[in-house]
């Protein structure tokens, strides 16, 4: 076989996957927490194949990349759509039973936790099938109770992360909570990441520990139970 035929068989074959990772591509990149540098990438690398199917073909790529990438936008956006129109709403018990049940994966994985300000958490679970949604608690519970709580029982009671991450609260600025592990064995590394998009704070009045924090900007109480 000529280098020729070889590089367009692996051309064709890039072609392949290329369509076959796409509709996943949007799916994770525009699920919340949205990241814009994830949106550039993706706009860039999309661009980027599409100009050049236009330039080296062939026709048949050309035109399945096109309905591909419409079919994806198409479906994003109505994916965003029904979740401002009919956002998830689920029990506080029924979401932490899923955190936790998720936390048992005997694997690498990693455990996203974000109150958004507009009142829902953000999830995501990579083990490494990436899950990602956003969810609105029923009941008066606290947000950052939840997240706190979800921390402290799969790091463990003292972690002080948890007064770190009160700390950033009482500064006006939220944060996402990253956990992390290399296997079900190795101990959690937890990262409080800033997201730029979802760093203002939700005012939390009810609750007599994240109150203060969310309303004034004080430095909050100890980060106990």
Request: with cysteine; glycine share 10%; aromatic share 8%.
């Amino acid at each position: 076989m000529s280098a020729e035929a070889v590089a367009g068989a692996v051309l064709v074959g890039a072609d392949v996957v290329a369509l076959v990772v796409l509709p996943g591509a949007f799916r994770a990149v525009f699920s919340p927490p949205l990241r814009p540098v994830g949106v550039g990438v993706l706009v860039v690398v999309t661009g980027l194949w599409l100009w050049l199917a236009l330039v080296r073909g062939p026709g048949w790529f050309v035109v399945a990349f096109c309905v591909d990438l419409g079919v994806s936008v198409v479906h994003t956006v109505l994916a965003l759509l029904v979740r401002r129109v009919r956002p998830l709403v689920t029990e506080p018990l029924r979401l932490s039973h899923f955190v936790q049940e998720s936390a048992r994966f005997d694997g690498p994985q990693s455990i996203g936790l974000l109150v958004g300000h507009t009142g829902a958490v953000f999830v995501f679970v990579a083990q490494p099938r990436l899950r990602q949604f956003s969810a609105t608690l029923s009941g008066s519970v606290c947000l950052f109770c939840f997240v706190e709580d979800q921390v402290r029982r799969l790091v463990g009671e003292d972690a002080p992360v948890v007064a770190e991450y009160r700390g950033h609260l009482g500064a006006g600025g939220n944060r996402h909570v990253i956990l992390r592990r290399g296997s079900s064995d190795a101990p959690w590394q937890v990262r409080l990441a800033d997201r730029k998009a979802y760093r203002r704070v939700r005012p939390a009045p009810t609750c007599p520990v994240h109150g203060p924090l969310t309303a004034h900007g004080r430095p909050g109480p100890p980060a106990g139970p």
